[in-house]
């Protein structure tokens, strides 16, 4: 009898924590990611990374060949306006995380037809003036990340890939619209 209660006390925490850490671990991993990301270049602003290579990953698993553009987002100040252009030639996406790390919008190359996108960011159930031209992204969580990768096809490229990747934004909505 003592075995039975032992055991079931043990499948009793084992079930709890189990229930707990699949609540609770998509938002404290993608707090941790927004934390760090945050600290480089703050919220509600585009960080540009590097090339990654063995010395400065710092995404789990990055690909070599890919480079990446990330926006932490707090959309409880206002919505966001996202601005990217697409470099011709390559494979280009953009990303929307929410803060359980469910991805929730994806745009890429093939359907940015003008070789440019103009989003905006904000809260679900919000609504609001908008930019001609934009399109409205509803986050289901006031925070998240937006993450731009573009593909490297060419090294000789490089540099041009770079240029264009770096003219992404991602800033306050200014009102009146610009």
């Known amino acids: 009898m003592k075995i039975v209660k032992w055991l079931l006390a043990v499948l009793v925490i084992a079930a709890v924590s189990h229930a707990g850490l699949l609540y ?3 938002s404290l991993v993608m707090s941790r990611a ?8 703050g919220v509600n602003a585009m960080l ?3 090339r990654p290579n063995a010395d400065n990953d710092t995404i789990v698993r990055s690909s070599p060949d890919l ?24 494979y280009w996406s953009m990303s929307f995380y ?8 994806v745009i890429n190359d093939s359907q940015a037809t003008a070789g440019a996108v103009l989003i ?35 090294d000789s490229r490089e540099q041009q890939i770079d240029t264009v990747r770096r003219r992404a934004a991602c800033t306050p909505l200014q009102m009146p619209l610009e």
């Open 67 to 90: 480079l990446y553009s990330v926006c932490v987002y707090d959309l409880d100040a206002g919505p966001l306006r996202i601005n990217a252009e697409v470099p011709p030639g390559t």
């Open 24 to 26: 609770f671990g998509p």
């Open 48 to 50: 540009h990374s590097p």
């Open 120 to 154: 905006v960011l904000m809260k679900a159930g919000t609504l609001g003036p908008t930019p001609a031209g934009a399109e409205v992204v509803a986050s289901p969580t006031a925070r998240g990340i937006v993450l731009i990768r573009t593909l490297v096809n060419d």
């Open 34 to 41: 927004m934390g760090k990301i945050g600290a480089k270049a």
């Open 98 to 105: 929410d803060m359980n790390t469910n991805n929730y919008r």
